[in-house]
């Protein structure tokens, strides 16, 4: 656009006589006719302005405004089962435990959560947040053909690598939140040495089980309300597993009507709108302008390539026993379509120490919802019966 209007002036100066006279009328329509490519132009030059602005997380910052002496809030780079991926990392000590953080989805990259809601938890914790390949900053790592649930337990496994020998750490906190909960017992499970303690929120044991019952719940609610479109919808899906992924969107999409009465706790939507994030994240700091797309894009990509892999998943028949330390933090506002197989994979479950921890007014992100009652269960239950034992 800026070249064309360069060109027609040059044409214009060069050439006079070879154009006809202008009429004031013409040289109005002739303004009016260059609005659209001003405005392209503008935009564009506003597109470049924001790629130009690049991805970057605060500094940790004490009372005085400056950043903390030895603190650490760094992007990173790490290159995992053969791809670079992304992490976050926030602590006011470097010599702080490590606590990694695998989040939910599958897809979702919550890096900017991890900021805002666990920042108290840089108190006494070094928090790193991970985007797990195709979602987020780790989008360019997507393989549709290489993403299964073992490749995700390896990453994992290898990440947890990198921290300890990074942050010279025998061992690691590991906490899931939904999808990552499973990532994290499976991970869990195949290297105990690896972890001080096992922390599930929002704790998911059968996905295939959870979806067939949250289906019979939409049913009923359809039946209850009189709501055509909903029964209509889920008699087009069919019975679970579905064939169409929309359909675990359009179920989400309910999930309010199934909570209900349920709000969340004041203190942490007050946190939330402090923030100034928005529900997936895309405007946090943490991603340039292309990574704020990708954040997008790998809720859809990751999510149609792994969630139908983990419908296979039942913890109750493939992780009955655990080497670690466990705590479970269990939202009384849960789906009983969650909750129930969470309480029940926990009763069977052996451990060398469990502890299930109900939070009373938290549903499903329990660690973000009750942030402050989790910090608190950290340092004084969590970090003194695990940190440093043999």
């Known amino acids: 656009m800026i070249g064309a209007l360069l060109a027609a002036a040059a044409l214009r100066h060069r050439f006079p006589a070879t154009l006809a006279p202008v009429r004031k009328r013409d040289r109005a329509l002739s303004v009016v006719r260059w609005i659209p490519a001003g405005l392209g132009t503008a935009l564009m030059v506003g597109v470049a302005a924001l790629l130009a ?77 991970w985007d797990q390949p195709g979602t987020g900053k780790s989008y360019p790592a997507f393989d549709a053909g290489a993403l299964t649930v073992d490749r995700g337990v390896s990453d994992t496994i290898e990440l947890t690598d990198y921290l300890r020998e990074r942050f010279d750490e025998e061992r690691i906190y590991l906490l899931g939140e939904s999808w990552g909960t499973i990532l994290g017992v499976l991970a869990v499970q195949r290297r105990p040495e690896l972890y001080h303690a096992w922390i599930g929120s929002g704790q998911m044991v059968d996905p295939l089980e959870t979806t067939r019952r949250l289906h019979d719940d939409l049913l009923a609610l359809a039946e209850r309300t009189d709501d055509e479109v909903l029964a209509e919808a889920m008699a087009r899906y069919g019975d679970p597993p579905y064939e169409d992924i929309f359909a675990g969107a359009f179920v989400m999409g309910y999930y309010p009507a199934l909570y209900e009465p349920y709000t969340p706790p004041a203190a942490y939507i007050e946190l939330a709108q402090a923030s100034g994030l928005d529900q997936w994240n895309v405007l946090a700091s943490e991603y340039d302008l292309v990574e704020k797309i990708a954040v997008l894009r790998g809720l859809i990509d990751y999510y149609s390539v792994m969630w139908p892999q983990i419908q296979t998943i039942d913890l109750r028949r493939q992780a009955t026993h655990l080497e670690v330390p466990v705590y479970i933090l269990d939202g009384a506002a849960e789906l009983d379509a969650r909750r129930d197989l969470a309480l029940e994979w926990y009763a069977g479950l052996t451990a060398p120490s469990k502890r299930l921890v109900t939070f009373a007014d ?23 019966a695990t940190y440093g034992r043999d």
């Open 362 to 384: 938290a549903a499903h992100s329990v660690s973000f919802e009750g942030v402050e009652q989790f910090h608190a269960l950290l340092i004084e239950e969590i970090l003194p």
């Open 53 to 129: 602005v690049p991805a970057s997380t605060p500094a940790i910052l004490a009372a005085d405004g400056q950043p903390v002496t030895g603190s650490i809030a760094e992007l990173a780079t790490v290159h995992l089962g053969g791809q670079d991926q992304s992490i976050l990392l926030r602590g006011k000590s470097v010599d702080a435990p490590v606590l990694l953080y695998l989040s939910g989805g599958p897809g979702q990259s919550d890096l900017g959560w991890n900021r805002a809601l666990y920042a108290d938890l840089t108190d006494d914790f070094i928090v790193v947040g």
